[in-house]
């Protein structure tokens, strides 16, 4: 009998164990349950109480002003200083012009397609700069023998006191059609009012060149000089004109003389043209330049807008107002920076002159965020003249900039920006905490709003999601 009680009883314990191991596996799950349940509730709960909302969207930009200046020349500040030129308020910074010195420069006057009616009669226009128009052929027949008026030219003498003594040198582009022509060029040299008139007549068939010699239809440059004594401007209203002649002496049927104007293929020797002239320019003139100076941040700039608001207490003053470019290391001529305009006939008339530039605007100011921007005026006159500067402004658009409201019970964490739009879907990454209650201005350069309807999303790290539409 005790063999068979012993079997019972490893039977018994073996029971027991299975069940000990049965309820620690059914306990262990049920706590785990308990626990992913709690967790569950826990995330649930949190995202629940997470409420982020979008007040506004708008660009990040900023503004700034000048802080100091410089003047130039003889320029000099008559009143205020540069906390005037915060605002658009009529409280001004006043400087005064000076009387700029007489100047003679040598010029080159080339001959030009372009044209103009005085007194009924063609003039082409005599330019200091080389042929940029459309290339000309001036012809006269050499039929017959006699001097033919190839073309008369002009160059304006406002602002010039005297035409000063020097040898000038003419070079012609010229051009027979026959070998048998004899022909060569001279010019006449007058001064022309402004009514189409002759004023005065300095010489008449000087500059003659040699006989035309190239291949028939073949240009080929001739030059000559002629002694010009010192002629004092009578009428800054006045022109310079020089007469382009053919002198032709052996005339053939059916045959021309050419001459060739504003013609850039040709070379800049080969252009038809007077060299050294040499012009002295009114003193009559007084010039003010002013440069004023400001700080900005260092940020990269979606676009720039800058603003000069200012009057003259003289009308009809030539202003240029420039931006300093620091990628090209000067002042711009044309183009972004560069702004120019005649002021007011009326005395004392606030304008304003800005622009915007959204083409690498970073350009116009230097690493650590420093500016410059130029003044300067010029007129014609014996009397000075003042600038009264009211307003000076640089604004920038850095991006864009969401202000940000938590109203949920606890902090927020932002891992993600989505702008939408018919073009494009883009995800910028973020990292922002916002505490419960909080308002936040959150700027991001690197993100422009787009110039169409969008939508802007952002996104919790718990996948709540805050909308803002534009729609």
Same mark, same amino acid.
């Given at each position: 009998?005790?063999?068979? %009680?012993?079997?019972?009883?490893?039977?018994?314990?073996?029971?027991?164990?299975?069940?000990?191991?049965?309820?620690?596996?059914?306990?262990?799950?049920?706590?785990?349950?308990?626990?992913?349940?709690?967790?569950?509730?826990?995330?649930?709960?949190?995202?629940?109480?997470?409420?982020?909302?979008?007040?506004?969207?708008?660009?990040?930009?900023?503004?700034?002003?000048?802080?100091?200046?410089?003047?130039?020349?003889?320029?000099?500040?008559?009143?205020?200083?540069?906390?005037?030129?915060?605002?658009?308020?009529?409280?001004?910074?006043?400087? %005064?012009?000076?009387?700029?010195?007489?100047?003679?420069?040598?010029?080159?006057?080339?001959?030009?397609?372009?044209?103009?009616?005085?007194?009924?009669?063609?003039?082409?226009?005599?330019?200091?700069?080389?042929?940029?128009?459309?290339?000309?052929?001036?012809?006269?027949?050499?039929?017959?023998?006699?001097?033919?008026?190839?073309?008369?030219?002009?160059?304006?003498?406002?602002?010039?006191?005297?035409?000063?003594?020097?040898?000038?040198?003419? %070079?012609?582009?010229?051009?027979?059609?026959?070998?048998?022509?004899?022909?060569?060029?001279?010019?006449?040299?007058?001064?022309?009012?402004?009514?189409?008139?002759?004023?005065?007549?300095?010489?008449?068939?000087?500059?003659?060149?040699?006989?035309?010699?190239?291949?028939?239809?073949?240009?080929?440059?001739?030059?000559?000089?002629?002694?010009?004594?010192?002629?004092?401007?009578?009428?800054?209203?006045?022109?310079?004109?020089?007469?382009?002649?053919?002198?032709?002496? %052996?005339?053939?049927?059916?045959?021309?003389?050419?001459?060739?104007?504003?013609?850039?293929?040709?070379?800049?020797?080969?252009?038809?043209?007077?060299?050294?002239?040499?012009?002295?320019?009114?003193?009559?003139?007084?010039?003010?330049?002013?440069?004023?100076?400001?700080?900005?941040?260092?940020?990269?700039?979606?676009?720039?807008?800058?603003?000069?608001?200012?009057?003259?207490?003289?009308?009809?003053?030539?202003?240029?107002?420039?931006?300093?470019?620091?990628?090209?290391?000067?002042?711009?001529?044309?183009?972004?920076?560069?702004?120019?305009?005649?002021?007011?006939?009326?005395?004392?008339?606030?304008?304003?002159?800005?622009?915007?530039?959204?083409?690498?605007?970073?350009?116009?100011?230097?690493?650590?965020?420093?500016?410059?921007?130029?003044?300067?005026?010029?007129?014609?006159?014996?009397?000075?003249?003042?600038?009264?500067?009211?307003?000076?402004?640089?604004?920038?658009?850095?991006?864009?900039?969401?202000?940000?409201?938590?109203?949920?019970?606890?902090?927020?964490?932002?891992?993600?920006?989505?702008?939408?739009?018919?073009?494009?879907?883009?995800?910028?990454?973020?990292?922002?905490?916002?505490?419960?209650?909080?308002?936040?201005?959150?700027?991001?350069?690197?993100?422009?709003?787009?110039?169409?309807?969008?939508?802007?999303?952002?996104?919790?790290?718990?996948?709540?999601?805050?909308?803002?539409?534009?729609?």
């Amino acid at each position: 009998m005790m063999p068979l %009680r012993i079997k019972g009883d490893r039977q018994a314990v073996s029971n027991i164990i299975v069940v000990v191991f049965s309820l620690i596996i059914v306990v262990t799950i049920y706590v785990n349950l308990i626990l992913w349940n709690y967790e569950m509730n826990q995330f649930d709960w949190e995202r629940m109480s997470e409420k982020i909302k979008i007040i506004t969207v708008e660009n990040d930009s900023g503004i700034y002003n000048p802080a100091a200046y410089t003047t130039y020349g003889s320029t000099t500040l008559i009143s205020g200083n540069t906390s005037d030129l915060a605002s658009d308020n009529a409280i001004y910074m006043v400087f %005064r012009s000076y009387p700029a010195a007489s100047t003679a420069y040598t010029k080159n006057l080339t001959a030009h397609s372009e044209n103009t009616t005085i007194g009924g009669s063609l003039y082409y226009v005599l330019k200091d700069t080389a042929a940029d128009g459309n290339p000309t052929t001036l012809t006269v027949s050499s039929a017959t023998t006699g001097r033919k008026l190839w073309g008369k030219f002009i160059y304006s003498l406002q602002g010039v006191t005297e035409i000063s003594a020097a040898n000038w040198t003419f %070079r012609y582009r010229v051009m027979r059609s026959n070998t048998a022509v004899r022909a060569h060029a001279n010019v006449d040299i007058k001064i022309l009012k402004s009514d189409g008139t002759v004023r005065e007549i300095i010489a008449t068939n000087v500059a003659n060149s040699t006989d035309l010699s190239a291949a028939a239809n073949t240009w080929e440059t001739v030059s000559a000089t002629y002694t010009w004594a010192t002629y004092n401007v009578v009428n800054q209203s006045d022109y310079l004109e020089i007469d382009f002649y053919c002198e032709v002496t %052996r005339a053939v049927p059916k045959s021309k003389c050419s001459l060739r104007i504003d013609d850039n293929t040709l070379g800049i020797a080969d252009q038809t043209k007077i060299e050294n002239v040499i012009f002295s320019f009114s003193s009559s003139q007084h010039i003010l330049e002013v440069e004023f100076m400001g700080c900005s941040d260092t940020f990269d700039w979606a676009q720039l807008v800058w603003i000069v608001d200012s009057a003259w207490t003289t009308g009809s003053v030539n202003v240029t107002l420039q931006l300093y470019n620091y990628t090209l290391g000067g002042y711009p001529e044309s183009g972004n920076g560069f702004i120019t305009y005649t002021s007011s006939n009326t005395s004392n008339t606030d304008e304003k002159g800005n622009q915007t530039i959204t083409t690498n605007p970073n350009d116009f100011r230097n690493a650590t965020g420093h500016w410059k921007m130029k003044i300067t005026g010029i007129k014609a006159t014996n009397s000075t003249f003042d600038l009264k500067v009211d307003w000076i402004e640089l604004r920038v658009i850095r991006g864009m900039r969401l202000t940000l409201k938590n109203e949920g019970s606890i902090t927020s964490h932002i891992i993600s920006l989505w702008i939408i739009d018919s073009s494009s879907h883009r995800r910028y990454d973020a990292d922002l905490f916002i505490n419960s209650g909080e308002t936040w201005n959150y700027s991001r350069p690197d993100i422009n709003i787009p110039g169409n309807k969008y939508i802007l999303k952002v996104i919790t790290e718990r996948g709540n999601i805050a909308t803002f539409s534009d729609e």
